[in-house]
């Protein structure tokens, strides 16, 4: 028991706040109808806009924070990788053969010879559950980068980070060519290389201790990120073009707008736990542990939650379509979240649930 509570002293509010924030952000992206076409009004289109504007920092809060946790520690390869493995690679593995499972008897994805077999897991593997092989890619180059992390000085990681923004989202932004190109034309390699700014922005940023004045400033990121977005959108080139198609993770919004998000948690609640309420201290811990598993789970239970139950818990919210998107996700999130808290109570198949 005293080792348990040390545990959850040692805990950082900001990190399991963020956690928390970015996987229900996840959830809101993949379960609402924030992809609000920009063809449409402006007066009805632009709360759609801030929406799946803010909402798409989610990822990269992740990564950010992933950054902020691993690249300080000090591991051998044996003790790093074992870790990675038994919470990232083996969940990965298991739910890519239930989602084969799913999709071959609810979406009719049909295999009959072994090659067609192997093309299935390996679309599955890859697609349905990304974020798990960008995450674990990025892990694979984190002993490199913490290397770099320890050795340059503060001017030389502020360059570093510069020259990562203008190359990945600037550039891209003004034309997206084979030189510099954009998010949706990457493959999983040069995906872990761009995402990697994040990754080392997110522990730069953690290092870093604001004033009050700066704490603001970065919640004005947050605001000025947004309203960038809008300058994306009105100077795209097709303007019938969904939201998704021009707010990407790295669109110079997205970037400013993560960075305030991070920044503005992070040091808000910079100190280690001050939440006095037990059951609410619990919760905050409970949230922040299943943020992966929720991940991996929630596709899976959106669609059966949409087939079931969708049209009786929410035709109340039709004529509100925004608000009925928060809603819709909070109802997967709690439903998700329930359904991991329970799998880790069952002694055979925690294992799958990171």
Not at 204 to 226: C, H, P
Not at 252 to 259: D, K, L, M, N, Q
Not at 267 to 276: D, E, G, M
Request: aromatic content about 18%.
């Amino acid at each position: 028991m005293p080792h348990l509570t040390m545990k959850i002293k040692n805990r950082l509010l900001w990190a399991d706040i963020l956690r928390i924030l970015a996987i229900y952000l996840v959830v809101v992206l993949h379960s609402s109808l924030l992809p609000f076409n920009t063809s449409s009004d402006l007066t009805i289109a632009w709360p759609f806009i801030v929406s799946y504007a803010f909402a798409e920092t989610c990822v990269p809060i992740f990564v950010m924070l992933s950054g902020a946790l691993l690249l300080g520690k000090t591991e051998t390869y044996q003790i790093f990788f074992k870790k990675r493995v038994n919470k990232v690679l083996i969940p990965w593995v298991i739910w890519t053969l239930i989602y084969m499972l799913w999709n071959y008897n609810f979406h009719h994805q049909v295999a009959s010879t072994v090659s067609e077999w192997k093309y299935f897991f390996e679309v599955t593997f890859l697609s349905q559950l990304w974020f798990l092989p960008l995450i674990f890619s990025l892990y694979l180059i984190t002993p490199f980068l913490r290397f770099v992390a320890s050795k340059l000085k503060v001017v030389d990681k502020v360059y570093l980070i510069v020259i990562w923004f203008i190359w990945v989202s600037i550039l891209p932004a003004l034309h997206s060519s084979p030189a510099f190109p954009g998010q949706l034309t990457l493959g999983l390699l040069p995906l872990a290389i761009y995402y990697s700014g994040y990754f080392f922005t997110g522990y730069i940023l953690s290092k870093l201790k604001f004033s009050k004045k700066m704490i603001l400033f970065s919640l004005g990121m947050v605001i000025v990120g947004i309203l960038f977005s809008f300058v994306e959108i009105f100077s795209a080139k097709n303007r019938a073009l969904d939201l998704i198609y021009i707010i990407t993770y790295f669109s110079p919004g997205t970037v400013i707008a993560t960075i305030g998000v991070f920044s503005f948690i992070n040091n808000l609640f910079r100190n280690s736990f001050t939440v006095k309420n037990a059951g609410l201290r619990s919760l905050i811990i409970s949230l922040s542990r299943a943020s992966l598993g929720i991940y991996i789970v929630h596709e899976l239970l959106k669609e059966i939650f949409d087939i079931y139950l969708n049209k009786y818990l929410l035709s109340y919210f039709v004529a509100l379509p925004l608000l009925e998107t928060y809603v819709h996700a909070l109802i997967i999130f709690i439903i998700s979240f329930i359904f991991v808290y329970l799998l880790k109570k069952v002694p055979l198949l925690r294992q799958i649930v990171p």
